[in-house]
């Protein structure tokens, strides 16, 4: 039995000794507890990709699902386990970005109310999209204040449960749904590309994946300006880098979770990294051949294969987009 | 039995005596034909779309097709049907958009080569998507010279067989899978919008549409600079207005064609105007709420349905999204 939301390491020793915190039962548990609430996304083939990568492409499109990334996946999963009474006192999170978006649906969708604590800069639609949700914004000085510790004092005050961004086993359980869903669309694949933050949606990525194709080559991939997991995984511990500069906002973590890099220590194969301008590459290969929007970070994996990061590309492989929120100014503004 | 390619007004007269010239069945012979050519392009949703148009909204998403737009289902069915004798001369268009890189994509994939006839000034990026199929581009001056004679002078000179941009039988029966598609994957709409430039697609999704759902409303939606359907169906025969100026280029047509207005008359219950700014709005919504990428003529259905202009909304609602030929530059020029 995984723990509640307020106890975030999960209930196996994050040094890989037990049980492991998240099975394939526990996806296929949140994939039954999300039908009908999250979108099962489209799976995009283009030849002109096969052609170009040299193998056959197969894209999961998390741009697609609801509040647009895979995040809603692992915020509704996680608040479906809440009791009656925890939905009735209310949710907090802290993000300036999809996890926010997504706990505010969520939280609307489930009948419960979200706070929201988001840095004051946040720039106006962010903020504007989660209290379009219902969500009460509530903003901190992100040079001075600790976000954590003042979304931890509300959690206290208010009685609300916090909802952490990845290092959950009820997140982790909600996102590897995404992989559930593929290869279940498109049978046994031979590598699977997942952009990698916080590491959530690899650790669920990665424990269905592994257990439905045993040998699946799963590959994280980062930006290169924040390679923390990757420096983890050589290192055999977490490893803490400075605050990442790059366009892919939802990857710019410094450190990975303490659960999702005791998954990912045992499920990834390799991480490869890819600079900004292979991510604007892939955002503009994404928008001229496959027709779709898609942020920085959720075209990172895509990025990877396109520049030729995979090495020796197998027959068969899956990358997730993992979102899509960009409006048409950011991009013009990206892509100069 | 209808005719082959080089006679394109079909084999029932345009006047509307007699069998239909193209049936359900025709649409259904050509779905078969196009299985595993054309792309079955995804049905999408979206909550924020149906709540804020007050009708449930299936969006048939046409810039998913092979090269990415609805025409490449036209273009293939036509050439599916030529001799092995006409295949070996090969086959003649002239388009500037994207029946050019229908034709010229269906002719390489059906072993055979195309001539496209184009104004010299077309787009680089469009003259490139044509020859990057493998097509022979010829141009000509488009204030000078007459494309039609050039393609038909082409034709003869060379024993090539003349595909119309909308004009013919299989055409028409191929764009109908469109609609055979979406209400096979949806069941019965209440109405279904539809893109009217030539009248091609029209033709064909009506034809497959009220055969399927008796009762359907079907509602065309054109340029407001580029009503010659609406004018034409006020006025009980074919008229031509002056050369549209619209971002829409896909819907700049003077005159309807002669078998689409003969069925679109018989089949069509309405038509509805768009301006260039419900266009840009549409494709701004596309852009950040779907997260696709729609061209102006592709976004002119839905922009209708945002704008208003569908009188008493119904329960269920189809849309087609036509096509996504547009890069970042266009876009960003566009919506500037």
Do not use: W
């Not at 969500?135 to 206290?156: H, L, N, Q, W």
């Not at 669309?185 to 690899?202: I, K, Q, S």
């Not at 045992?266 to 051949?289: G, K, Q």
């Amino acid at each position: 039995m995984s723990p509640g939301p307020t106890s975030p390491t999960g209930s196996a020793a994050p040094g890989g000794t037990g049980a492991p915190a998240v099975t394939l039962d526990d996806v296929r548990d949140a994939a039954r507890r999300l039908s009908g609430a999250a979108h099962r996304t489209p799976v995009l083939r283009s030849r002109t990709l096969d052609a170009r990568t040299g193998t056959q492409t197969f894209l999961k499109c998390e741009n697609f699902q609801r509040a647009g990334a895979f995040k809603f996946r692992g915020a509704y999963h996680a608040l479906s386990h809440l009791t009656p009474e925890e939905l009735a006192h209310g949710v907090v999170a802290y993000s300036s970005g999809n996890h926010a978006q997504a706990v505010a649906l969520a939280a609307r969708e489930l009948g419960t109310r979200a706070v929201i604590v988001m840095p004051a800069d946040t720039p106006r639609s962010k903020r504007d999209a989660t209290a379009g949700y219902g969500a009460e914004i509530v903003t901190y000085d992100r040079y001075t204040e600790d976000r954590a510790a003042i979304s931890g004092r509300i959690a206290r005050e208010r009685g609300l449960t916090l909802i952490p961004p990845y290092d959950h086993p009820h997140v982790i359980a909600g996102q590897g749904t995404t992989a559930l869903e593929l290869l279940e669309e498109t049978g046994p694949l031979d590598a699977l590309l997942v952009p990698v933050g916080g590491g959530g949606l690899m650790a669920g990525a990665a424990t269905a994946a592994t257990a439905l194709t045993p040998g699946i080559r799963m590959v994280g991939v980062e930006p290169a300006a924040g390679d923390d997991t990757r420096r983890s995984l050589a290192a055999g511990h977490r490893v803490t880098v400075p605050v990442p500069r790059t366009i892919a906002d939802g990857q710019a973590v410094e450190t990975p979770g303490e659960l999702t890099f005791a998954i990912n220590r045992r499920l990834v194969d390799s991480v490869v990294l890819v600079t900004d301008d292979e991510i604007r590459a892939a955002m503009v290969f994404a928008f001229e051949r496959l027709k779709i929007v898609v942020e920085p970070s959720g075209a990172s994996a895509l990025a990877a294969l396109l520049a030729g990061h995979l090495d020796h590309p197998p027959a068969r492989t899956g990358v997730i987009i993992s979102g899509g929120n960009i409006g048409p100014d950011r991009f013009r503004e990206l892509l100069g």
